[in-house]
């Protein structure tokens, strides 16, 4: 049977179906060596998706919050909740992002436009909040290099405290053991006493363990002091430091060199920063199960509480780390898989990218544990005492136990450039999602072989200046502010609506059947009621549940047990605020602009919704003509469309929002 779909795009009519010839197959092989969509561009590879998904959704969290989490929530037994959290939100709307942005090969800000334009609204909220997480994101980043220079040299600076940067409260591991050891003395505020009268030496030794509480480890010491510069209020900046300055300079410049090319050398960069972090941590596990103490660190991680269960915050905790591990609602997977070619085989990449992800997170606890497992057995104190999480395990914790070991520098190295590598596949999206967004909305004026690196250059060199206040004294409390409001309460609004507006208002259905044209309707059959029931029930539902109980159990934050002054929090929600204002304010400047229009038109998708490349537009997409050339559908009221009137196995064809749509084969 001739397919009614089949035409030629030339003129968008309706053409007999032609037999196939050697000479129809050859351009077809040759596209396969290019890209498929010229204007555009694709990814030149599968792996360099596939790499750059899991990169980008493999990040910092994975090795300092998860284990945290673990250790929170019952250690083993947050498995269960993490894994139900996995598989009921997380792959779902992760591979409702990925689909969408792949069928359309389309940015946030387009995809929301085109299926309902009343909730434009949250590709921008998308773009935004990617922004806002890059200027911050990039500054850890900033922090990583620090570290990595200061560990090229033969002894690293956090080890001891005799620096000029140390407090008289400064303690250090190796010092004590050298001066009790070596020289049968007492370690007190940085000096060994030695040759003193056993008085002096129990009373030094009774001091020592009462301002325990006070002691400052060399290490946190070396954090605070050298590197931050740090203030004990927001208020206090310091001024900046110019150290921490060229190394955010140098984070910029290298997100910008790899990014140059957009995805062409984004692609390739991430076969080695997608993979390397692997080879670190499994050389870490290694060594770490040879210390003394690993073992009980590892029992400590997964041995499981079941009790812990009956809490409420334990499933919060799960959601919220699947929620953001994945880094669904940033519109960075929107992004990415916009540049796929449009039958690729997004289901099974989701499942790859997906438990690729939570499996690295639990590998990474292992690591974590059997190192702090070590710290504990070293400093005779129980695990729990020296669980940390964040920035405090990353640049505090974790290179204390590095300075012991020997060749530590070599470790130290290793490991920082692995956080290095982790944060830069993030990065990489972040930055390429708010590209995208330009050179969706002004095509003609981006898409040059000059324009795209100066696009790109420009933006990174904004983002670099908003993000100095994070070199100053003051920060760390800035860095923490931006994390907890601008990449925290608005994502998990924007990702609500988002699984109601594409499953509810677009239509599940008719999403399935998008997904149908890009891999066959018979791929995958078995697994769609599973989609139906998490995309219509479970995800936004269990979202709005982890939002509810976060703003019920509401506490002031605070940045290292810090509280911010009103005016801080202020700022904070309205970061978060300002991000979902933007939703109803596009709504309303779209309903202003094109008034004219009835209510219907705006929750309905776009006559120009569908497929890119004209020979992906077939079915209920077939009949559109292309709009006028030069004309943008992002920036622009679009102008009136030829409808071809045919009938077929598809049925007849009405435009969207006058009741129409194909009245059979599950279109309608």
Not at 125 to 142: D, E, F, K, R
Not at 334 to 358: K, M, P, Q
Not at 386 to 410: E, H, N
């Amino acid at each position: 049977m001739d397919n009614p779909g089949y035409y030629d795009g030339r003129n968008l009519q309706v053409a007999e179906k032609q037999p196939v010839t050697t000479k129809d197959i050859e351009p077809l092989e040759l596209e396969e060596n290019g890209d498929e969509n010229k204007e555009r561009g694709n990814w030149s590879g599968k792996l360099d998706f596939l790499l750059s998904c899991l990169g980008y959704a493999v990040g910092l969290g994975n090795v300092w919050r998860f284990p945290f989490l673990c250790y929170r929530n019952g250690g083993g037994a947050f498995f269960i909740p993490y894994l139900l959290m996995l598989f009921f939100v997380g792959l779902p709307l992760f591979y409702l992002e990925l689909s969408i942005g792949q069928f359309s090969s389309m940015g946030p800000i387009g995809i929301f436009g085109k299926i309902c334009p009343l909730f434009q609204g949250i590709g921008y909220a998308m773009v935004v909040i990617a922004g806002l997480t890059a200027i911050y994101y990039n500054v850890i980043l900033a922090w990583t290099f620090y570290y990595l220079f200061a560990s090229f040299q033969r002894k690293l600076p956090w080890g001891d405290c005799d620096n000029d940067w140390n407090t008289k409260d400064c303690w250090s591991k190796i010092e004590e053991e050298a001066c009790e050891n070596d020289h049968q003395g007492v370690y007190y505020q940085r000096t060994c006493h030695t040759n003193i009268s056993e008085t002096k030496t129990d009373m030094l030794r009774n001091l020592s363990i009462v301002e325990n509480k006070l002691r400052m480890s060399a290490s946190e010491e070396f954090y605070r002091h050298k590197m931050l510069g740090w203030t004990e209020s927001i208020d206090n900046t310091n001024g900046i430091k110019w150290d921490l300055c060229l190394c955010l300079l140098l984070a910029w410049i290298v997100v910008t060199l790899c990014l140059i090319k957009g995805i062409k050398s984004s692609g390739k960069v991430v076969y080695f920063t997608a993979t390397f972090p692997y080879v670190v941590l499994f050389a870490l596990l290694i060594r770490g199960l040879t210390l003394d103490g690993a073992l009980e660190g590892i029992k400590f991680y997964i041995i499981p509480t079941i009790s812990e269960l009956k809490k409420p915050q334990v499933w919060v905790d799960a959601a919220g780390q699947i929620f953001f591990s994945l880094s669904v609602g940033f519109g960075g997977i929107h992004t990415l898989a916009s540049y796929n070619r449009f039958n690729n085989n997004c289901f099974r990449d989701s499942l790859i990218v997906v438990c690729g992800n939570s499996l690295t997170s639990i590998f990474a606890g292992f690591v974590i544990f059997s190192i702090l497992g070590h710290m504990a057995f070293d400093l005779n104190k129980s695990v729990a005492d020296v669980v940390s999480s964040g920035s405090g395990l990353a640049f505090i914790a974790y290179p204390a136990v590095l300075s012991r070991l020997p060749v530590a520098p070599l470790w130290s190295i290793l490991f920082f450039f692995m956080l290095l590598t982790l944060g830069l596949d993030s990065m990489f999206v972040f930055t390429e999602t708010i590209v995208t967004f330009f050179l969706d909305t002004f095509p003609n004026h981006t898409r040059g072989t000059w324009q795209k690196p100066l696009l790109v250059a420009g933006v990174n060199t904004i983002m670099f200046i908003l993000g100095l206040p994070m070199t100053t004294g003051a920060g760390l409390y800035w860095n923490d502010l931006m994390n907890t409001f601008a990449a925290s309460w608005s994502v998990i609004i924007v990702a609500l609506l988002e699984g109601i507006v594409v499953p509810w208002v677009y239509g599940a259905r008719r999403f399935m059947n998008d997904i149908s044209m890009m891999m066959g309707r018979g791929c995958y059959v078995a697994f769609n009621p599973f989609w139906y029931f998490t995309w219509l029930l479970t995800v936004p539902l269990l979202i709005l549940g982890t939002f509810v109980f976060n703003f019920i159990y509401y506490e002031a934050p605070k940045s290292d047990n810090v509280p911010y002054p009103p005016w801080a929090e202020g700022v904070g929600w309205l970061m978060a605020w300002g991000i979902v204002a933007l939703i109803p304010l596009v709504a309303l400047i779209n309903l202003f602009r094109y008034h004219t229009k009835r209510i219907p038109t705006f929750v309905s998708p776009d006559p120009t919704w569908g497929p890119a490349l004209d020979k992906h537009r077939f079915g209920k997409y077939a009949p559109l003509a292309k709009p006028a050339d030069g004309f943008n559908t992002m920036t622009e009221k679009p102008p009136a469309y030829t409808i071809n009137d045919h009938a077929g196995t598809y049925g007849s064809y009405k435009p969207y929002g006058s009741g129409g749509g194909y009245n059979n084969q599950g279109y309608s």
